[in-house]
């Protein structure tokens, strides 16, 4: 699929990878962006780059009501982007009670479910076009400091190889984006070395216009991640397993 004429909405769009998402697109020649946020004010000098190409969303992807009315409202779209997501980086035992938990799955698991059921209509119309999940490392392992975060996105993942299974009919590509630390707000949080939020948005959207329907490692950190894991996935998950959550 090419980037070059076609009409996206990420999600998330006021985040670190999200901001980086538009700005790619935008360079790219995507002849339109729906930037998306919980909070349209944090869009507004986002907004100021490419007033012509750019679409401000309010959009909450836990909201069925909002989710709905950017169907309606964005009903050219032809590249999906699930970027939104949320990480308490709580312990699954040790966290106060399991509202974060809850919130973890409503964000990274049905939001993502809801916006592809409402889009997937469109993007049959469309020819097909691409949907574009971002997903985790912490998909494949488990992060004792991030426990729910990560059992989020390895339900995520899950869900994205059913997506694949079941667009294929209508030629939906259906890409998802594996990935370690990164600098951003969420990112932070995690050890350094980090990437750069273009380092995953370059691979990533590179894997759309490859027309690559399978999960992509992005950036040479996750690369080696991934290395390391598929050599003795068990030493892997026991080093992960020792970054414990603090402890109140």
Request: proline share 4%; aromatic share 6%; hydrophobic share 50%.
């Amino acid at each position: 699929m090419k980037i070059a004429g076609s009409i996206a909405l990420v999600t998330g769009a006021n985040g670190g990878l999200g901001r980086a998402f538009v700005t790619e697109l935008l360079k790219r020649g995507a002849a339109k962006i729906y930037a998306s946020a919980r909070d349209g004010a944090s869009l507004t000098d986002l907004l100021l780059s490419a007033q012509d190409r750019l679409v401000p969303l309010v959009l909450d992807v836990t909201d069925p009501d909002q989710v709905a009315n950017a169907a309606r409202t964005a009903s050219d779209v032809t590249l999906l982007i699930n970027n939104a997501g949320y990480a308490a980086f709580q312990g699954a035992i040790s966290a106060p009670n399991m509202t974060s938990a809850r919130l973890e799955m409503e964000v990274n698991y049905f939001g993502p479910l809801a916006m592809t059921r409402a889009f997937g209509p469109m993007l049959a119309n469309s020819g097909g076009g691409a949907v574009l999940n971002l997903l985790s490392m912490l998909a494949l392992v488990s992060l004792p400091m991030a426990a729910t975060y990560s059992a989020s996105k390895a339900a995520f993942l899950s869900l994205t190889r059913s997506m694949r299974a079941e667009l294929a009919s209508q030629h939906t590509l259906v890409v998802g984006v594996m990935a370690v630390q990164t600098e951003t707000s969420m990112g932070i949080n995690l050890p350094t070395p980090r990437m750069t939020p273009l380092e995953v948005v370059s691979d990533a959207l590179d894997a759309v216009e490859a027309g690559t329907n399978e999960e992509i490692y992005a950036g040479s950190l996750t690369r080696g991640a991934f290395q390391a894991f598929s050599a003795d996935p068990k030493a892997f998950q026991a080093r992960m397993s020792t970054r414990l959550p603090q402890q109140a």
